[in-house]
């Protein structure tokens, strides 16, 4: 008989998932007949498979030490040695935390660089605080932002909120609002809503159907819905200052958007826009976000976007920022 107490961070998540990551080695399906058999029980009750944990509750299993060593193999260990902890919080509660990604920095670990991420970030943070709890769940990021965005990115401090994130985004019930200079003039509001295709080869997004897609020979099968919303908020030597909405998340959703109506990014060479003051890259900040629930979380302007916006004639006054 082996038991188990459910951590803080463990909560919220549902017990055939919780014991698929107890037991890695056994198939889901063996997993569920447990549970059916009366094998796995929470506090000494039977419970179905998507019963929701919850911190304190006593999981006992009804299986063998040796079985359950021979299927809990291959569990991953976290190593933090060396990991630098320092993030900048915007917010942070028991489930939820609201941290602040500077531009450089991957949000998780690719081929370029395995161990100075920001999750990995969080992960040192938070288990130098003694609330990395549990083996079997791992915090984890609910919006992602390439490696020269910046801004808020939201972590699922337990699995239900990770969950909840999740289910947000999915819905389209989680507001998130960049804001970025881009070139010319654009007056007002307005939707652009031209699907989108991925060239692996290149890495860049193309709107499908578009001469740069046909140049690139990509497969307008492959296309993907994506509704950009943006907001003129001031304009400026050239220069527009957008607050933009995304509906959907697609890679370089904005960066391609507005270059497929002319008004490339201040900076982003990739996508047509022209060097300016030294930037040679997009400058683009998740600034804002609105949660269902009513909270609401803003980022401070990075000082290298608030001196180009001097230099392109436009003022963070206009963000309510000084």
Same mark, same amino acid.
């Given at each position: 008989?082996?038991? &188990?107490?459910?951590?803080?961070?463990? @909560?919220?998540?549902?017990? *055939?998932?919780?014991?698929? @990551?107890? +037991?890695?080695?056994?198939?889901?399906?063996?997993?569920?007949? +447990?549970? $059916?058999?009366?094998?796995?029980?929470?506090?000494?009750?039977?419970?179905?498979?998507?019963?929701?944990?919850?911190?304190?509750?006593?999981?006992?299993?009804?299986?063998?030490?040796?079985?359950?060593?021979?299927?809990?193999?291959?569990?991953?260990?976290?190593?933090?040695?060396?990991?630098?902890?320092?993030?900048?919080?915007?917010?942070?509660?028991?489930?939820?935390?609201?941290?602040?990604?500077?531009?450089?920095?991957?949000?998780?670990?690719?081929?370029?660089? =395995?161990? $100075?991420? #920001?999750?990995?970030?969080?992960? /040192?943070?938070?288990?130098?605080?003694?609330? #990395?709890?549990?083996?079997?769940?791992?915090? /984890?990021?609910?919006?992602?932002?390439?490696?020269?965005?910046?801004?808020?990115?939201?972590?699922?401090?337990?699995?239900? +909120?990770? *969950?909840?994130?999740?289910?947000?985004?999915?819905?389209?019930?989680?507001?998130?609002?960049?804001?970025?200079?881009?070139?010319?003039? #654009?007056?007002? $509001?307005?939707?652009?809503?031209?699907?989108?295709?991925?060239?692996?080869?290149?890495?860049?997004?193309?709107?499908?159907? @578009?001469?740069?897609?046909?140049?690139?020979?990509?497969?307008?099968?492959?296309?993907?819905?994506?509704?950009? *919303?943006?907001?003129?908020?001031?304009?400026?030597?050239?220069?527009?200052?957008?607050?933009?909405?995304?509906?959907?998340?697609?890679? *370089? =959703?904005?960066?391609?958007?507005?270059?497929?109506?002319?008004? @490339?990014? #201040?900076? $982003?060479?990739?996508?047509?826009?022209?060097?300016?003051?030294?930037?040679?890259?997009?400058?683009?900040?998740?600034?804002?976000?609105?949660?269902?629930?009513? &909270?609401?979380? &803003?980022?401070?302007?990075?000082?290298?976007?608030?001196?180009? +916006?001097?230099?392109?004639?436009?003022?963070? =006054?206009?963000?309510?920022?000084?």
């Amino acid at each position: 008989m082996i038991t &188990r107490k459910i951590t803080a961070s463990e @909560s919220g998540k549902r017990l *055939h998932r919780y014991m698929r @990551s107890l +037991m890695p080695n056994i198939p889901l399906g063996q997993i569920y007949k +447990m549970i $059916d058999q009366g094998k796995i029980k929470v506090n000494g009750k039977r419970k179905n498979q998507n019963y929701e944990l919850a911190a304190g509750d006593e999981l006992v299993l009804y299986v063998e030490e040796s079985q359950f060593e021979e299927a809990s193999k291959g569990q991953k260990k976290t190593k933090y040695i060396g990991v630098n902890a320092n993030i900048d919080v915007i917010h942070e509660d028991e489930q939820l935390l609201v941290v602040l990604k500077p531009a450089g920095m991957l949000t998780h670990p690719d081929s370029s660089d =395995q161990k $100075d991420t #920001l999750i990995n970030r969080v992960h /040192a943070y938070l288990y130098r605080k003694g609330e #990395l709890d549990s083996a079997l769940f791992m915090p /984890a990021t609910a919006n992602r932002l390439d490696r020269n965005t910046s801004g808020l990115v939201l972590v699922g401090k337990t699995a239900g +909120m990770l *969950h909840q994130l999740n289910q947000w985004i999915q819905k389209h019930e989680l507001e998130k609002y960049y804001i970025t200079i881009a070139e010319g003039k #654009l007056e007002g $509001d307005g939707t652009l809503t031209g699907s989108l295709v991925r060239d692996e080869k290149s890495n860049r997004t193309v709107v499908a159907g @578009s001469k740069h897609g046909r140049a690139l020979g990509v497969n307008p099968e492959k296309e993907k819905s994506a509704t950009t *919303h943006y907001r003129a908020l001031q304009h400026g030597k050239g220069f527009t200052l957008l607050e933009i909405e995304l509906v959907s998340g697609r890679t *370089h =959703q904005i960066r391609t958007h507005l270059q497929s109506i002319g008004h @490339s990014l #201040l900076g $982003d060479v990739k996508y047509g826009g022209k060097p300016f003051a030294g930037v040679n890259h997009q400058l683009l900040h998740a600034w804002r976000v609105k949660l269902p629930d009513g &909270r609401e979380f &803003r980022a401070p302007v990075p000082e290298l976007m608030r001196k180009t +916006m001097e230099r392109a004639g436009l003022s963070v =006054q206009q963000l309510g920022q000084e």
